[in-house]
């Protein structure tokens, strides 16, 4: 099974279409989507994509710190 996780739901569901449709000629798992981190329970791989993008004059450092607190957020759900 392959569970995709996004907090934008027209993009969520966009993805979860693309990949369903070129799916359509292999032998696939099943392709789930949600805003919901518990499609991803008993994953024995995830990929987290999240992040924000550096602003105009953002140090490095700080992208990473607004970056950090993303993963916090995610990684115990």
Known sequence: ELALVDVVEDRLRGEMLDLQ??????????????????????????VVTAGVRQQEGESRLNLVQRNVNIFKHIIPQ
Request: charged share 25%; glycine share 4%; no cysteine.
């Open 21 to 46: 449709h070129g799916s359509l000629f292999l032998k696939t798992p099943k392709i789930v989507a949600d805003k919901d981190y518990s499609v991803t329970a008993n994953s024995r791989i995830v």
